[in-house]
């Protein structure tokens, strides 16, 4: 069990991480998922030089995705990743989604997600800081995003690691 995250600024594109989502139907007749997308990219990058993109189509005001690896949080005191925003906005549009725990990332659903943090709160890149000291051994550890608004959005993040006190 790695006691560090594996791949965390994407410079290997999604190597050792899972994507995950939960997503309603697309407003009106039909069945389909709201359109979303989980990829690698290189404008931009707050360590090295690629990141992971998140896209969510906003039309049904709802939505999560991210991505997850399994991680030995014994000796971490806080998960800390970065997430980047084009512009500042008083509109929140999506907010930062994160999960520390036992359940495997296929069995994540939007409501066990730290949706408390907003993404439009900044601009350009910002780092969060997530205490998982409480936790004791192997936990899958996902990162992502959520989405609140009618509108198609993007944000990238990179950098996810783990903070220890020693």
Not at 8 to 29: A, R, V
Not at 97 to 116: H, M, N
Request: glycine share 8%.
């Amino acid at each position: 069990m790695p006691t560090t995250v594996q791949n965390g600024s994407f410079e290997c594109g999604l190597d050792s991480w899972m994507i995950g989502k939960d997503l309603p139907e697309e407003p009106g007749d039909s069945s389909d998922k709201i359109d979303h997308s989980v990829k690698t990219v290189t404008r931009k990058a707050s360590d090295g030089c690629a990141s992971v993109e998140f896209y969510l189509d906003g039309s049904a005001d709802d939505g999560t995705i991210w991505v997850a690896q399994t991680v030995d949080l014994s000796d971490a005191d806080s998960v800390l990743f970065d997430v980047y925003n084009e512009q500042k906005s008083f509109n929140i549009l999506t907010q930062v989604a994160f999960y520390a725990g036992s359940k495997e990332s296929d069995e994540l659903v939007e409501t066990d997600f730290d949706r408390s943090n907003d993404v439009e709160a900044h601009s350009g890149w910002k780092t969060f800081r997530y205490d998982v000291s409480d936790i004791d051994g192997a936990a899958t550890v996902a990162v992502g995003m959520n989405i609140v608004w009618e509108t198609g959005v993007k944000h990238m993040y990179d950098n996810i690691r783990l903070q220890t006190s020693e």
